[in-house]
Nanobody, 118 residues
Framework: QVQLVESGGGLVRTGGSLRLSCAAS????????MGWYRQAPGKQRELVAV???????NYADSVKGRFTISRDNAKNTVYLQMNSLKPEDTAVYYC????????????WGQGTQVTVSS
């Protein structure tokens, strides 16, 4: 059973930075994608960034140039470096691991709050 544990959320002022981490325990099969989603109050959960096991990345337009996703396969950990934060980045951020192929599965973390004050 895979469990995801997120850390790194908190309160920061506009223009500040935070780094989120998500450590996965258990076996994660390839190919897979590790990503971050976020959900603001009253809004649907949306994709922020994703990185596949081969290393390709994809970002929401709203965070391009400000956020960077990376992964350490040896540690089964995915990171999200968030710079130049804006109040509209305020949300609960969720880590996701999606396994593809015949072992397909989908795992979610419990979420970590990011609050950006103006």
């Amino acid at each position: 059973q895979v469990q995801l544990v997120e850390s790194g959320g908190g309160l920061v002022r506009t223009g500040g930075s935070l780094r989120l981490s998500c450590a996965a325990s258990g076996s994660i099969f390839s190919p897979n994608a590790m990503g971050w989603y976020r959900q603001a109050p009253g809004k649907q959960r949306e994709l922020v960034a994703v990185i596949i096991s081969a290393g390709s990345t994809n970002y929401a337009d709203s965070v391009k140039g400000r956020f960077t996703i990376s992964r350490d396969n040896a540690k089964n950990t995915v990171y999200l470096q968030m710079n130049s934060l804006k109040p509209e980045d305020t949300a609960v951020y969720y880590c996701n691991v999606a396994v593809f192929g015949f072992r397909a599965n989908d795992y979610w973390g419990q979420g970590t709050q990011v609050t950006v004050s103006s």
